[in-house]
């Protein structure tokens, strides 16, 4: 393998052993590919005078810089503005580790020859990539052998990291679509590591449902200062992708001017979940509990039920499901069935064999620790938050947000997403 520090200001020889320059830099092209080839030698470090040397004229990088031609008959290749310099935009770059799921420092990078045409094969991240930028390689394998440690490079396939450089909009979008990969809770990790600049240019290709979902999995802190940076009728519709409950609880810790500009932005519905779960103090049932939770009526087969779930856009937004509850036409909390039983039961059965009407559940103003407790005494999943007066049903409590004043957030968002 070669490396790019091996070659940095190395002299290129032409056919008969004529020197051309110093090699400056290196372009690759800008395509999409696993392995970006390289086209051109940039000779010079002078941006009025340098020159652009295509590689299909270059015989070999290592263990010398030499040409198949001579410098009369050298070509000048004409950059197409999709290039990427390799030295200048690349080392002591930031980027993704996308298999990682890290952001790490370029040290160093690895070329590799296949046939005619020279590779960008690797990302090294190593200490030992940074020793040989610095011409120390030899006294840093010198050291480990002392210390009986193993010299080895870290290089990082190219085909598994993403460049998120923010002034590069053509490789910031293929970085973009890379990272969108990734799990919501390792992009919320990724851009804690960037700095304002790159973390900002990465948010604004993220749709609004991945960026949703990676601010619930951010710390508060994270959460406030990324949807302060987003434009407002954005940052609406991102809070409008998001579980209710998270919504909320973002909200609150915004000042109260940019709560009620956002609640003004969405969508009316939207808007008045928003200001219901507001009202309630945040370490109630009422203040942690989400809106969304399937329901279905009485009085029908386990058939009819199972269709109507299907058809049921309420049913469609409740992420946990693990419980249908049974509501009368006042909305009223008459029972619940777990989801398990549903799914084994025979369609032609009656719902009501299967219900429980013994529920569990909370007024909107139980404290957050009694829920908690209520969750582990009876093992539950979620809990429905009903009006004590009305005896309508208003949420439910899943048991991540129970359990919130048990376990800090940090450590509760490292739980399984069984919820």
Do not use: C
């Not at 004229?57 to 009369?72: C, E, F, H």
């Not at 269709?307 to 036409?329: C, G, T």
């Amino acid at each position: 393998m070669i490396y790019i520090s091996q070659l940095q200001r190395q002299q290129i020889w032409d056919a008969y052993g004529r020197t051309i320059g110093r090699v400056h830099d290196f372009l690759v092209n800008g395509n999409d590919q696993n392995h970006q080839r390289l086209v051109a030698l940039i000779v010079g470090s002078n941006p009025q005078s340098q020159r652009f040397i295509p590689v299909s004229q270059v015989a070999s990088l290592w263990p010398s810089i030499t040409l198949k031609v001579s410098k009369d008959h050298l070509q000048a290749y004409q950059p197409s503005g999709k290039e990427l310099a390799l030295i200048d935009r690349l080392l002591d770059q930031q980027i993704v580790d996308i298999e990682g799921k890290r952001v790490v420092r370029v040290n160093d990078l690895q070329l590799a020859r296949s046939g005619d045409n020279f590779l960008l094969t690797g990302v090294d991240v190593s200490f030992e990539g940074l020793l040989r930028r610095l011409s120390l390689e030899k006294v840093g394998a010198a050291l480990y052998k002392l210390f009986k440690k193993s010299w080895e490079p870290h290089v990082i396939p190219w085909d598994t990291v993403a460049s998120v450089e923010h002034d590069d909009p053509l490789r910031l979008r293929v970085s973009q679509a890379r990272i969108t990969t990734m799990p919501p809770a390792d992009i919320a990790a990724v851009l804690d590591e960037l700095d304002y600049h790159t973390s900002h240019a990465l948010l604004e290709g993220l749709s609004n449902e991945t960026l949703a979902d990676t601010l619930a999995e951010s710390s508060s802190e994270m959460q406030v200062a990324l949807l302060s940076h987003l434009d407002p009728e954005r940052a609406a519709d991102v809070l409008e992708e998001m579980d209710p409950d998270e919504a909320a609880d973002l909200l609150a810790d915004l000042p109260d001017l940019t709560s009620e500009q956002l609640l003004e932005l969405m969508e009316d519905e939207d808007a008045e979940d928003m200001r219901v779960l507001l009202a309630y103090p945040e370490d109630s049932a009422g203040g942690i509990m989400t809106t969304e939770f399937a329901h279905v009526p009485s009085n029908m087969t386990v058939g009819e039920a199972v269709e109507f779930l299907r058809q049921s856009p309420d049913a469609q937004e409740d992420e946990v499901m693990f419980y249908v509850y049974i509501l009368d036409e006042e909305e009223r909390l008459n029972g619940v069935v777990s989801l398990r039983n549903l799914v084994l039961a025979s369609p032609g059965e009656s719902l009501e064999k299967w219900v429980d009407h013994e529920v569990i559940h909370v007024s909107p103003l139980t404290h957050q620790q009694e829920v908690a407790y209520l969750v582990a005494k009876y093992n539950l999943l979620a809990v429905p938050v009903v009006d004590e007066e009305t005896q309508k049903m208003l949420g439910i409590v899943t048991v991540d947000d129970a359990i919130d004043t048990v376990l800090p957030t940090a450590w509760k968002k490292r739980l399984p997403r069984f919820f």
